[in-house]
């Protein structure tokens, strides 16, 4: 007689779970041999063909390749799946074993009998109330919850019974515990299979985004809950350490959008992961109509179109997630053996979109080079690890006035600052937070009191304020603290709070009032103008943009461009302090 009707007690107990865990370490090395594939397709074959041959054949090679590509990457990630569902089946599975065992060993020791059906028979025991006879033995039999009914009158029970029927309970719970498992890893593992065909369409990502969702939701006792994510970013560099190959690779196969996004994890390790997650977020994204997840798309596919065309210096993805606007933290270079890491935190308006992965990117990518021109060993980022205030209908959104998203943000970047300090090689890499626009104030919170560890230099262009009123409240000595302010840039000169609200309490009057009440002149919305005399910092010269009768606002966003026909030096003496070089930065007087 089976328990539950499908499993039986002496099934459970005779389960060689080694099997299940051997069959993971199969499905395991042939996702291991698709992602050597994989890299084979991308570092060698993609890239000598590129850099080699300019032909229609060579673009039509490209293209194949480039289906192959992806083709290795959906099974490495299926076969990953596999491992780990097969994995988290046999931890489960163990996990009941052990209570059977527990209690066939009590049975064992009380000389219970317990047979076949999960009933437990035991023997007379203890003494009756009227005759001193010891009570009958009989059997017990789980019926659903424990618990037994203690008998009333004046017949004394069987010391017996009740621990055989607890015997019997967790016998038959331990059963029921095992077929359900059975049951649930069963229709989780006929699911894990790929369409026909050679090609792997958005179709089947999005299939692989569900059967991802599914597997980490049934492995969330088997890896979820290890994963250290309240500790710091050092602890978690520490716990990856620690960790054996295969169960990296675990990780990495269910759990790429968490450790890809994982302050601490190094810089090669979140790439991988998070390759993998831009592919199951752009299926889970495509379809789908509303705006927010169709700028979302736009942007994650022209982030996979630039790691598949390849960048000099490399990019490494170390962050990618549709939380909120988006999140996306881009690197050129390796920030983890660079000397020179430098982090660049856009502001207003900025959002996971295709404006993002063309504009915000390029300008990483241009501070990279132009670092390096300086120190070879120079990596820049761009860090959107959080939600930026964005324009509604052309004019701000209250959040831009306010600080909440930049003291949110502020934390967020500090982690990831600490990250990359828990992960670069070098002993003392020189680190440098750069911050545009709203982004300064970000930068500003985060630093307000030297609480973001390892950084060295702060830039901020472009600035409405950053939070203090003086450049040595942001902890790493106002000699370290650059600040770029085009002379047209009219975010570098907002008006302060007070004479916003005078302005609107009386007019223009109240505007000219709160202008005589800011003696220096120097006090915008966030604080004093970085740009000022009185915050303390060094002003580098850049040019002074278009003007505001042009009805341009291009003096805001100029900072960062370079080429033939741009004015490169706010670019280049941004470059000078990310490689170190701030003894060659051009400089100005402060206003």
């Known amino acids: 007689m089976r328990i539950d009707g ?10 060689e779970c080694a099997e299940l865990e051997g069959a993971a370490d199969g499905w395991g090395q042939v996702g291991n041999r698709a992602d050597a594939a994989r890299d084979r397709v991308g570092t060698q074959l993609l890239n000598g063909l590129r850099d080699t041959q300019r032909s229609e054949a060579a673009e039509s090679a490209v293209a194949r390749l480039h289906q192959l590509h992806g083709n290795f990457q959906y099974a490495h990630t299926e076969c990953g799946l596999i491992r780990t569902a097969l994995n988290s089946l046999a931890h489960e599975m163990k996990a009941q074993q052990r209570v059977l065992a527990d209690a066939l060993e009590d049975a064992a020791a009380l000389t219970f009998t317990v047979h076949a059906d999960g009933s437990v028979a035991y ?30 009158g004046l017949i004394a029970p069987n010391p017996n019974a009740a621990r055989a029927q607890d015997i019997a309970d967790r016998v038959a719970g331990a059963v029921r515990a095992a077929a359900e498992i059975d049951w649930r890893y069963a229709g989780i593992l006929r699911r894990l299979k790929a369409e026909e065909g050679l090609k792997v369409p958005a179709s089947t990502w999005k299939d692989a985004a569900a059967d991802a ?7 969330r006792n088997y890896l979820r809950d290890g994963i250290p994510e309240d500790a710091t970013p050092a602890e978690r560099n520490a716990w990856w350490a620690g960790l054996g ?31 993998d997650n831009l592919q199951l977020l752009i299926g889970k994204l495509d379809g789908r109509d509303d705006s927010r997840s169709v700028a979302q798309l736009e942007g994650l596919r022209e982030i996979d179109r630039q790691l598949g065309a390849g960048t000099d210096p490399p990019m490494f993805l170390l962050g990618i997630s549709d939380e909120g606007n988006g999140r996306a933290i881009v690197s050129y270079g390796n920030p983890d053996t660079a000397r020179n890491v430098a982090a660049y935190v856009p502001g207003l308006n900025t959002s996971l979109d295709k404006e993002f992965a063309e504009g915000d990117l390029k300008r990483a990518w241009d501070t990279a080079k132009g670092a390096q021109k300086y120190d070879h060993s120079s990596a820049a980022i761009a860090w959107l690890g959080y939600d930026a205030p964005q324009l509604l209908d052309g004019w701000s959104s209250a959040d831009v006035m ?21 992960t670069n090689a070098n002993d003392h890499p020189h680190i440098t937070a750069i911050g545009h626009s709203y982004g300064s104030r970000t930068v500003g919170a985060a630093m307000r009191g030297g609480e973001m560890p390892g950084v060295d230099e702060i830039v901020f262009v472009g600035s409405p304020g950053v ?17 770029g302010a085009a002379e047209n840039d009219v975010v570098t000169k907002v008006p302060s709070k007070m004479q916003a609200r005078l302005a609107a309490a009386a007019g223009p009057v109240g505007y000219v009032v709160g202008g005589l009440l800011d003696r220096g002149h120097d006090d915008l919305w966030f604080g004093k103008d970085p740009a000022s005399s009185a915050f303390g910092a060094r002003r580098f010269h850049v040019d002074e943009g278009p003007s505001l009768i042009s009805g ?40």
């Open 467 to 483: 939070g203090v009123d003086r450049s040595e409240d942001l902890g790493v000595g106002r000699d370290h603290v650059f600040v």
């Open 213 to 219: 969702a599914e597997v980490r939701d049934a492995a």
């Open 123 to 152: 023997p007379a025991a203890g003494e009756g109330l009227l005759d001193g006879r010891p009570p009958q033995g009989g059997t017990a039999a789980s019926s659903g919850p424990p618990g037994l009914v203690a008998p009333s």
């Open 402 to 422: 306010g600080d909440e998203r930049a003291e949110v943000g502020g934390r967020a970047l500090s982690s990831f600052m600490g990250g990359l300090s828990a």
């Open 6 to 15: 499908g499993l039986t007690w002496t099934a459970l107990r005779d389960l």
């Open 552 to 591: 341009s606002f291009a003096a805001h966003s100029q900072y960062f461009d370079v080429g033939p026909e741009k004015d490169n030096n706010s670019a280049d003496n941004i470059a000078l302090i990310v490689a170190g070089r701030s003894d060659a930065v051009k400089f100005e007087e402060p206003r």
């Open 245 to 275: 190959q295969e169960q990296r690779e675990e990780y990495l196969a269910v759990y790429p959008d968490v450790i890809g996004n994982l302050d601490g994890i190094p810089a090669a390790v979140r790439d991988a992961a998070n390759r």
